[in-house]
């Protein structure tokens, strides 16, 4: 399997945990005061800025062969495939399937 496409753990680099974002507090801190608007503000900005350093786009089409729908999620900055649903191994394996299927319904006609 091209590791590309294998699936990742919640834990993977393109999982976004607002705990590690500079300046969003944790969870955790249950005796905090509400956030004021220039707070939130600053907050939103914070997570647009890592947003814009992860560099991914998100890309639907349609295959030829199948006409299923593949979803790719692209690295911006070098048109890497990072992951495909379906995979490409299986989108074959549904192809082999389909004309495996069309042989033995030719064969017992």
């Known amino acids: 399997m091209d590791?590309?496409?294998e699936p990742r753990d919640?834990?993977?680099?393109d999982?976004?945990?607002p705990t590690q974002v500079p300046g969003v507090p944790s969870p955790e801190s249950s005796d905090a005061?509400?956030?004021s608007m220039e707070e939130l503000?600053?907050?939103v900005t914070r997570i647009?800025?890592?947003m814009q350093v992860i560099r991914r786009n998100l890309s639907f089409n349609l295959d030829d062969e199948s006409g299923e729908t593949v979803?790719?999620?692209i690295d911006s900055d070098t048109d890497e495939v990072i992951r495909q649903l379906p995979t490409e191994e299986a989108m074959?394996?549904?192809?082999q399937l389909e004309q495996a299927s069309g042989s033995l319904i030719s064969a017992e006609a």
């Open 41 to 43: 503000q600053d907050a």
């Open 3 to 5: 590791p590309s496409q």
């Open 92 to 95: 074959k394996l549904s192809k």
């Open 10 to 13: 919640s834990k993977s680099a």
């Open 15 to 17: 999982a976004i945990d």
């Open 33 to 35: 005061e509400p956030a």
């Open 48 to 50: 647009n800025d890592h």
């Open 71 to 73: 979803i790719k999620v």
